[in-house]
């Protein structure tokens, strides 16, 4: 996996977008990703590429075009996932 680069498709990305504490926890607001099929594969990246997630991604939730999506969920190119960690308040 890879973000984006010389020779990347743009079509083949992945955009990954990060809100409030994984915002924080991410140091950016978003990217894009090359390489990442499934929501394990994108969160076993993200694991490694962004130590700071490690703390906050087993309760965030994962956004794939809007729909809440685990595991073996497919991640299309071109998708936009958004990565949210729990919110309070009410």
Known sequence: MHTSGPGTDPAEMVTV???AGARA???IAEERLAGVSTVDDLVAHLSTARPGLLAVLPVCSVLVGGRASTGADQIAPGAVVE???PFAGG
């Open 17 to 19: 977008r990060y809100w």
């Open 25 to 27: 926890a991410a140091g």
């Open 83 to 85: 990565v949210l960690p």
